[in-house]
């Protein structure tokens, strides 16, 4: 059932995408960089070395790092002038490296590459733009959080969810408003002695149940000598796949993203 329902939400995101044009860039005319082929292998041996665990092997984004190919950073920048700069001090989470003339220029190289074979594709780049995924009404999306949605009765704006749209740019944030991956549930396991033992999730499958306790201890018992309650803040999401409207998803996206 939940992945018949994720599979219903996905056109949500297909929706949001196709509605509207992708941004252009507004350095779209400017002339097409090219590099000598042997620049572009070396940059690539780099950057998968580097660089791929954040933002993959294609420069096209990974886990935590952007699409390279849609950043405008990337656009505008000439010789290194903007790449050189980031890789060198850092930004926000991601380190600063240590490289020579040659392995930037390299760098830049493949990055640049990766950014005119993703343009030069049908359907032009991929991923979505985070104004794509403001398109809805602030005001309706607050409405729906506080009132419809039932999002107020786990979340606050001003609690946990202060600075969510800093946190989880665009897509990202997108992807943990349907399935919030890595939320832990809380599970309470009742033996039968009446003793509860109340903690974090840490396993559970036909034969076992395990938590660990308010002091980090791991716990586990036979499933069928226990009865077990848990409260899975993941599942609140999952259930509302199947209520959502697609001007419910937009309206809550435009709202998320104000909470910066």
Known sequence: MTVCRSIVRVSAVLLVSAALSLAQSPTASKPVQTFPSDLVKAGESFFVQQCAFC???DTGGGEDGPDLTRSKLVADDVNGNQIGPVVRNG???MPRFSVTEQDLAALGAFIHTQ???AESQNGKRKGVDVTDLATGSVEKGKQYFSGAGG???CH???GDLAGVATRNAGLKLFQRLMYPRGAKARMTVTLPSGETVTGTRAYVD???VALRDESGRYRSWPLAKV???VDDPAEAHVDLLAKYTDDDIHNL????LTLK
Request: charged content about 25%.
């Open 115 to 117: 950014k005119n074979l």
């Open 253 to 256: 996206m435009a709202y998320l």
């Open 91 to 93: 930004r926000n989470n």
């Open 156 to 158: 606050s704006p001003t």
């Open 55 to 57: 933002h993959g092997r």
């Open 151 to 153: 999002c107020a009765r």
């Open 206 to 208: 036909e034969f076992t």
């Open 227 to 229: 009865s077990v309650r």
